[in-house]
């Protein structure tokens, strides 16, 4: 998996849909990602619903649920989208939890591995 840091930020590349997407890892995020509306609406991903979210800020914002196809580590996997009216793609506690992450930002190193059992159904 492709990854790297950016004015301090740890940043993964992953492909969504047809598109390869850059996104920050936030393990505040509780979601497994959050894309701005402008690339769902140019992926033309399909709307399931709506969800209140609590932002960092403690204000509630209500937002817009997507499906998509992702590639992650290596696997396909369908994940639920979060839309936003920022400009930053976010990868979240959801996609991170069967992951093993390693991060030194003064050696800018960052690592994700699969730590999930070959022998569990995704």
């Known amino acids: 998996m492709k990854t790297r ?9 992953l ?8 996104a920050i890892i936030d393990t505040g995020f509780n979601g497994a990602l ?5 690339i769902i609406k140019e ?8 969800s209140d979210y609590i ?15 992702i590639e992650w580590i290596g696997k396909k996997k369908k994940v ?7 400009d930053i793609a976010l990868v ?3 996609l991170l939890y069967d992951s093993k992450i390693t991060l030194s930002p003064s050696e800018e190193i960052l690592t994700i591995e699969s730590i999930k059992s070959s022998n569990k159904e995704e």
Do not use: R
């Not at 840091?5 to 590349?13: C, I, K, R, S």
């Not at 959050?34 to 402008?38: D, G, S």
């Not at 932002?55 to 196809?69: H, N």
């Open 5 to 13: 840091y950016f004015l301090g930020l740890p940043f993964v590349t």
């Open 15 to 22: 492909n969504v849909g047809i598109k390869e997407i850059e």
């Open 34 to 38: 959050l894309l701005p509306q402008e």
């Open 43 to 50: 992926i033309k991903l399909k709307k399931i619903g709506v």
């Open 55 to 69: 932002m960092a800020d403690g204000t509630t914002s209500e937002t817009e649920l997507y499906l998509s196809e």
């Open 80 to 86: 639920t989208v979060v839309s936003s009216s920022s």
């Open 92 to 94: 979240g506690m959801e």
